[in-house]
């Protein structure tokens, strides 16, 4: 709460929070649980409490009694405790409209279309039917997160603003234009280091709209200014391998370990090399497996709950080594609540047969 301790007279501080959900209060930046926590001693309010260090008080003298209205008696109070943003709910409301292209959208506004206010009482709010488009003032109501947090996620979860609604692409459509950007680079011998802006739009707009584009640039690079003004992207050879990566396995299951590394090093663009560890969080392997293989599981999909999200990877490996299950557990790590806090908590540490740290689970697993 250092942003309202500052500022005290100017900083906003509100409850977000579903009717289902246990309310959180957000500041600009952080978001806080409130626990309800009782006192020993109890807390009389008082609208007119005159105390000695009150100038009102002078007033009546020395031993003078003076009477106050206690308007009530407090035995508890909320707590605050710092914790790591709800994004949950933010990446189900996105799902449930992603974009997939001009060409659906107009299927997406007749099936979203107010029905006719015929069919409602006076005062009654139209509703719509199919799928939700949120905007970003929807979505600072639904999501328990800070404004800065809630942004920060959008751009972690790649989202961007459509006709004033924040909408994720489907993965078929972002599949598409990414690999058709990739084609063109390949086509026009550009260096993945410097991708123009406009050269890139003028190839593809007869195939995707120039924010589809742009946003896929955004996602996938950093852009800069040349000395001459235009504007470039700088691929980043990380998330472009990443890129390739998750789309082999996300539609293969299971794969040959050897066989994927083979065919996700021929799928990237020249130049750029992969490795297992672009892939942490978003898949597994299991090499004493015959013959070893690797499989897609995105840390995505895993629940937000500390307790749940242990008994899930639990459930999937008995065993897992600091390596493989910090990359599922990062985004749990809160200022209050460190990594290493949260592998005592909720699991057990032993050494393995080569003598490495592993971590079981600490209680039964269901």
């Known amino acids: 709460m250092s942003e309202v301790q500052q500022n005290p007279v100017t900083a906003e501080v509100v409850v977000r929070g579903d009717p289902s959900d246990e309310a959180v209060l957000c500041t600009g930046n952080m978001t806080y649980e409130l626990k309800i926590a009782e006192t020993s001693n109890a807390l009389l309010l008082s609208p007119d409490l005159c105390v000695p260090s009150n100038a009102r ?76 488009k949120y905007t970003l003032e929807e979505l600072k109501d639904r999501v328990q997160a800070s404004d800065a947090e809630l942004l920060e996620s959008l751009e972690q979860q790649q989202a961007c603003s459509v006709d004033g609604f924040w909408r994720v692409f489907d993965l078929d459509y972002r599949d598409r234009v990414v690999q058709n950007i990739l084609t063109v680079l390949d086509e026009e011998d550009w260096n993945y280091c410097q991708v123009p802006l406009e050269g890139c739009v003028d190839k593809l707009l007869q195939l995707e709209p120039r924010f589809a584009i742009e946003h896929c640039l955004k996602c996938y690079g950093t852009a800069f200014t040349s000395d001459m003004g235009e504007v470039f992207y700088k691929l980043s050879e990380e998330k472009v391998c990443q890129f390739y990566g998750e789309l082999i396995l996300r539609l293969a299951g299971k794969f040959n370990y050897h066989e994927f590394m083979k065919s996700w090093q021929d799928s990237v663009p020249e130049g750029m090399t992969t490795s297992l560890h672009q892939l942490k969080g978003i898949a597994l392997t299991d090499m004493s497996a015959t013959p070893p293989v690797i499989w897609y599981y995105p840390v995505t999909a895993l629940p937000q709950d500390a307790t749940e999200r242990f008994n899930r990877l639990f459930s999937l490996r008995e065993k897992w080594t600091q390596a493989d299950i910090e990359p599922y557990i990062r985004d749990l790590e809160t200022s209050s609540q460190s990594l290493k806090a949260l592998l005592l908590k909720h699991a057990r540490m032993s050494t393995g047969s080569k003598g490495e740290k592993v971590y079981n689970a600490k209680r039964t697993v269901t």
């Open 57 to 132: 008080f002078q007033t009546f003298g020395d031993g003078s009694l003076v009477s106050s209205q206690v308007m009530a008696c407090l035995g508890d109070y909320y707590e605050l405790r710092h914790c790591q943003p709800k994004t949950q709910k933010l990446r189900e409301l996105l799902s449930e409209c992603p974009y997939k292209g001009q060409e659906y959208e107009g299927e997406l506004e007749e099936v979203g279309a107010p029905e006719s206010m015929d069919t409602f009482p006076e005062g009654v709010q139209k509703k719509r039917k199919g799928p939700h």
